[in-house]
């Protein structure tokens, strides 16, 4: 059974902090997905990282796959109110039946004004 | 806009009372799936079909059935609902893609209330 573990599990921040979640495996995925939720709203894609060591950048968002694509982490410079939800991770396999996805317990984030 | 769509976004059933909950895709993604997400929780993937092709999670409740008529659309039948099926469903789907993995796509989710 792979396992993705998200960290931290709650995050209250003032407006304009610094912030950092991780996601950590003993497995290797082909992909690692982030996504947001909001309440009462389905889950939103904001990256794919598909390539060991990959960075992408998403304005004040920024995503790195690790080397070995068994962990991922997504940083927010200057964190807004508008930031705030649910963030999840989740690996991705291609098998047979499909592309299967792990997810992580997802981290709900707080930035107060 | 391609999108994943989800009706109703609502829906109040009584304990025991059948309900269907309605996915449909404009992005021609030959796979779909249904989770099943409690608050504060990570979505919980129910089943999901590879083109016709249906595929149960182990831990699936037998009362949780599915059908896909057509490449565009998927139901979830919940036959006889209890009160711990009270959650959000969420349809999502994604691209067969020849060794590699595609992203997944979600709707945003059906509120089932059992009463």
């Known amino acids: 059974t792979q396992l993705l573990e998200q960290s931290p599990q709650f995050l209250s921040i003032q407006e304009g902090e610094n912030l950092t979640v991780y996601c950590n495996s003993s497995s290797v995925f082909s992909s690692l997905q982030w996504y947001r939720q909001e309440p009462g709203e389905g889950p939103v894609l904001l990256v794919t990282?598909?390539?060991?060591?990959e960075v992408k950048k998403l304005k004040r968002l920024t995503f790195q796959f690790g080397d070995a694509r068994k962990d991922s982490s997504l940083h927010i410079t200057a964190a807004q109110t508008g930031d705030t939800g649910l963030y999840l991770c989740a690996g991705g396999q291609w098998g047979n039946a499909g592309n299967m996805l792990t997810f992580g317990g997802g981290t709900r984030l707080m930035v107060k004004p | 806009d391609a999108m994943v769509i989800q009706n109703p976004r609502y829906q109040v059933t009584q304990f025991g009372k059948p309900v269907t909950l309605s996915c449909s895709q404009t992005?021609?993604?030959?796979?779909m799936y249904w989770y099943q997400q409690k608050s504060s929780q990570a979505p919980k993937l129910l089943f999901h079909?590879?083109?016709?092709?249906?595929?149960n999670e182990a831990d699936t409740p037998d009362n949780f059935q599915s059908r896909r008529p057509n490449t565009s659309f998927c139901f979830l039948d919940i036959r006889s609902p209890g009160l711990g099926d009270a959650a959000m469903y969420l349809c999502a789907t994604s691209r067969e893609w020849q060794g590699g993995t595609d992203t997944q796509y979600f709707g945003p989710g059906t509120r089932l209330t059992v009463l």
């Open positions: 079909y590879y083109d016709k092709d249906f595929n």
């Open positions: 990282v598909v390539t060991g060591g």
């Open positions: 992005l021609n993604h030959n796979v």
